[in-house]
């Protein structure tokens, strides 16, 4: 089935630093949503992107699409100790039912 | 943003008691979902609901679970009879309007424990 996979798993930076974070899938999509979750919180959408783009921009968030390669990445620049928090990738199944991996967790040491 | 708002927040129940868990959506939207996320594993998909029926159902949307919108505006997730495995963290999303671009929106979840 249909689902994202984030890769690294966890990931540990100091503040200030670049986090990046990857994303795999199975099969084409319409569009790819990225979620921020603190422990034991909601999902917070964070960005959008269509298959038509090849990148978008969000504050310190920058994501990038690559179809062919059915892959996504998810740039975090200068980050602050806030962003501390797992981040999931979802891409789309029939309805637009998402699907979710098991994140990367993201510790920005201060 | 839309806002999705649910209640309970948090809410323990005896093993076989019905669990009724809402959802409120600030704005009018046509889709909704239902998701659940058990302490440290993945977001679940369960069921999606679209002009008032479902369109969608994972495996684990058995018959111990319902969801309807009574009044037009709540979204409600039923379980008839609570199991211990049921526990989980529950989440409502929305689907965001057109210009958006099926952006799906979260609630906070509602925490169930069933002891």
């Known amino acids: 089935s249909q689902q994202g996979e984030e890769d690294p798993q966890a990931l540990s930076i100091q503040e200030g630093e670049n986090a990046t974070m990857n994303c795999s899938y199975k099969t084409s999509i319409n569009n790819l949503q990225w979620y921020r979750q603190n422990s034991g919180r909601g999902l917070v959408h964070l960005i959008l992107?269509?298959?038509?783009?090849r990148e978008k921009h969000s504050g310190r968030l920058r994501v990038t699409l690559d179809t062919s390669k059915k892959s996504s990445s998810l740039l975090i620049t200068a980050s602050r100790a806030a962003d501390t928090a797992s981040y999931f990738c979802?891409?789309?199944?029939?309805?637009?039912?998402?699907?979710f991996g098991g994140g990367t967790r993201l510790m920005v040491k201060p | 943003e839309p806002e999705v708002t649910q209640t309970p927040s948090h809410q323990v129940t005896q093993m076989g008691q019905e669990v009724i868990l809402r959802c409120v959506p600030i704005s009018n939207h046509l889709y909704f979902y239902w998701y659940r996320q058990i302490l440290g594993q993945k977001v679940e998909f369960l069921v999606s609901?679209?002009?008032?029926?479902?369109?969608?159902k994972s495996e684990i949307f058995d018959d111990q679970f319902s969801v309807e919108r009574p009044d037009g505006s709540n979204f409600t997730l039923k379980i008839r009879s609570t199991k211990l495995e049921d526990s989980a963290m529950y989440f409502c999303a929305i689907e965001g309007t057109e210009s958006s671009g099926n952006t799906i929106y979260f609630g906070e979840g509602s925490w169930l424990t069933v002891v």
């Open positions: 979802a891409p789309p199944q029939a309805g637009n039912m998402l699907t």
């Open positions: 992107i269509r298959s038509n783009e």
């Open positions: 609901f679209y002009n008032n029926e479902i369109s969608e």
